[in-house]
């Protein structure tokens, strides 16, 4: 095996053909060193059993019993049931999606080993799609003795399964491969931080054995964990201070403003902006005035009136003829953006295009040449859009709306886009607070602005917490507020990681609230339908044509619909307190008008779920959620999210590991004076950018 071993492409490890090497590109492995550094988000035990009688619904359990019942039925589409008992108790398992033969494989009278999320539906236990393992019993499998990592698959086809294999493929390559680190190991040992190498840290985080502690892994506060935490951090810190320098040499379009400019617009949207719309709006035209590129924060909770605030900012530049982006997260919202700012300007004489994934050829290229001339001045798209190639004739600012993505990659990216030219202004809007200590040092050059002031007439949503069995009920107060001439949102959510369980889940919502009553109509939108049933539905919904949309996360950040003034959210014990927030914030965005939120959720609510629940129920403001959602992680929970703080990251989580940035600082100003140690860590932790370190 070669040193460079590492760079070695991922199609040589065995079990890599060219199908399984397409997926694996998608999130973003094409070395084994990619490999390598795709870290888990999270652990399964397999290493023991559970007993049927001390399962928990609403938490992942492994348990093993006797097949006695199995069919293929059809309640209103084709599915399968199974039921096992290990003696203490009986589980029955579902599958939606399945295949002849793996109906066929559940014969009765063998065994089954299964791992799943255990629900409770109706006094009986229930698991959809777990991951099984049919045998037996004289023939009993031996146990895992390494915990299962559980890796981000993003929208890649690979299974869990695979993928665990190619990276334990991967990871035997790593003995015999030089890391070529002496000296990030050596700063970490001098320092005190870690006695483990790169290469023991990553064997232990891809297969963590039983005999390592399981608990702190489980917490990601395990020592190979903190190793590659504090490197991340590390990677991060120096990117921006290198991307600093840069951006300091660069000058941004200066983009020429006064009172008036904006006037007839003000005059043309329906409403009064309020006094901290106006005031952020001047706050950016003060920055963009200048040739130093604006990099700014915009915060302001769910339904503060961003999208105005990006709009002002955007016409400011069309009226001295200069182009702007908005980057949307969903094509949704980029469709949402691109209807208000064609109303907003009618009068402004200004072109407006949009991009999404599903714009025809034809009509890209007639964009793609008006973006080139210039003559479109606004474009509006989702960020995969952005990414891959558009030219522009003077781009000069970048809105990016509701992602939170603004680490050290994003900065790099946008250095590379703008080269030769002029760097765009750059402005960012969140409705999550960044806490100020990370924003002092991982945003270091970010200005912040805060809209700190609602529409006017804007009640607060009122939270109220239901268990599912209860549901029965919701009938009606649909059917009440809906006679009333608002509309409701009824959100499903199942399983992390299955976006087709979430769609089997909405579609069966729809089809209970259907039966139950003839008077709502109801429509539903989730992630499966194309782009044109999607659309119709949504513009029934938005037009009034349907009172209920049943919808998956699809709806989660930017939707907006006025007249929506019920949110019932299923198995909300499943989300984070921002998520819930964000959510609830679809509702009650019409003036003086009673909102509802109704959190569902299945069996018994467990601690942490519970302060959650009571958070919402207690505040409406997003800032108090936030605090109040940094306490509970801080007492120990482990999200499944890493975006938090506002970064892309692989294992460090900026909430969970913010007491880890003092030792990362320090490291950071040791390691940055070595010029080939920083090549090796940007490459490993933000892409391949050396061209710009090269440069700096
Ligand atoms: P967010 O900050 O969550 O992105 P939006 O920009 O979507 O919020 O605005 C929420 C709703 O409030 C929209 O329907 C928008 O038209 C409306 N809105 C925005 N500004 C005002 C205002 N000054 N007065 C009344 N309604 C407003
Ligand atoms: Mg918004």
């Known amino acids: 095996m070669k040193s460079n071993s590492l760079n070695s492409p991922i199609d040589e490890i065995k079990g890599v053909g060219p199908k399984i090497k397409s997926q694996l590109e998608l999130i973003g492995i094409n070395n084994v060193e990619d490999a390598l550094f795709l870290l888990p988000k999270s652990y399964e035990n397999r290493t023991k059993l559970t007993q049927i009688k001390d399962l928990i619904p609403g938490q992942p359990f492994q348990v093993e019993g006797e097949i006695i019942e199995s069919k293929i039925y059809y309640p209103g589409r084709r599915a399968f049931f199974a039921k096992i008992t290990d003696g203490t108790g009986f589980l029955q398992i579902r599958l939606f999606f399945f295949s002849q033969q793996q109906a066929k494989s559940f014969e009765k009278g063998l065994s089954v080993r299964i791992y799943g999320v255990i629900r409770n539906t109706g006094n009986k236990l229930e698991v959809f799609h777990p991951s099984y393992k ?15 990592p559980v890796y981000s698959l993003g929208s890649s086809k690979i299974t869990q399964y695979r993928l665990r294999t190619i990276i334990l493929n991967c990871l035997k390559k790593i003995n015999e491969s030089n890391l070529n680190e002496q000296n990030i190991d050596k700063t970490f040992f001098d320092q005190n931080i870690s006695r483990l190498s790169i290469k023991e840290a990553l064997k232990i985080i891809h297969s963590p054995s039983v005999k390592d502690d399981i608990v702190k892994i489980k917490q990601f506060e395990h020592p190979a964990q903190k190793r590659l935490i504090i490197e ?27 009172d008036k400019i904006l006037s007839s617009f003000y005059k043309s949207v329906p409403f009064d902006l309020t006094n901290a719309q106006i005031r952020v709006i001047k706050e950016i035209q003060a920055d963009i005035k200048k040739s130093k590129p604006m990099r700014r ?8 009136g961003k999208t105005l605030v990006a709009a002002g900012a955007i016409l400011t530049c069309a009226k001295n003829n200069l182009q702007s982006v908005l980057l949307c997260p969903t094509e949704v919202l980029a469709e949402q953006h691109f209807k208000n700012f064609s109303t907003w300007f009618a009068n402004e004489n200004v072109d407006i295009a949009i991009l999404t994934g599903k714009t025809k050829k034809k009509e890209w290229e007639k964009i793609d040449e008006n973006l080139r001339s210039g003559k479109i001045k606004v474009l509006i798209g989702t960020h995969s859009i952005f990414q891959e190639r558009v030219s522009m004739k003077n781009l000069s600012l970048v809105v990016v709306d509701e992602q939170q993505r603004f680490g050290v990659k994003q900065r790099f990216e ?9 760097l765009p202004h750059q402005l960012f809007m969140t409705a999550t607070p960044i806490p100020r200590t990370l924003a002092m040092t991982i945003f270091a050059d970010l200005s912040v602005s805060k809209i700190d002031e609602m529409p006017p007439g804007r009640n607060p949503v009122v939270t109220s917490v239901m268990s599912n069995d209860k549901r029965d009920e919701l009938v009606k107060r649909l059917e009440v507020i809906c006679s009333e001439g608002n509309q409701a949102f009824w959100l499903c959510t199942m399983i992390e990681e299955s976006e087709s369980l979430d769609v089997q889940a909405a579609e069966s919502a729809k089809e209970w609230i259907s039966k139950r009553s003839n008077n709502l109509k109801v429509g539903l939108v989730h992630s499966k339908l194309n782009k044109s049933q999607k659309d119709s539905v949504i513009e029934n919904f938005r037009n009034g044509k349907v009172d209920v949309l049943v919808c998956t996360t699809v709806i989660e950040v930017g939707m907006d619909v006025p007249n929506a003034s019920l949110m019932i959210i299923e198995n909300a014990e499943r989300l984070g307190l921002s998520q819930l927030h964000q959510l ?25 779920a519970e302060a959650r629940m009571a958070a919402m129920k207690e505040t409406n403001d997003g800032f108090k959620i936030s605090e109040i959602d940094m306490k509970i992680r801080g007492s120990g929970e482990i999200l499944g999210t890493k975006q ?13 590991d913010a007491h880890h940035l003092d030792n990362a600082e320090e490291l950071a100003n040791i390691l940055i004076s ?8 940007m490459k490993r932790w933000v892409g391949n950018k050396q061209d710009l370190i090269a440069a700096q």
């Open 584 to 608: 609830r914030g679809r509702v009650g965005r019409g003036p003086n008008m009673d909102a509802h939120c109704v959190l569902l959720y299945q069996g018994k609510l467990g601690e942490i």
């Open 644 to 656: 938090s703080g506002g970064m892309e990251l692989k294992i460090a989580d900026l909430m969970r």
């Open 134 to 148: 049919i045998f037996n019993s004289k023939f009993r499998p031996p146990l895992d003795d390494t915990l299962t």
């Open 232 to 258: 991340e951090l590390i990677t991060n810190l120096i990117g921006v201070k290198i991307s600093t320098k840069k951006i300091d040499k660069m000058v941004a379009a200066v983009i020429d403003s006064n």
């Open 414 to 422: 946008m250095l590379q886009k703008s080269k030769e030219e002029l």
């Open 297 to 304: 924060l915009v915060q302001g909770d769910v339904g503060s």
């Open 674 to 681: 070595y010029p080939n140690e920083v090549e090796i860590l």
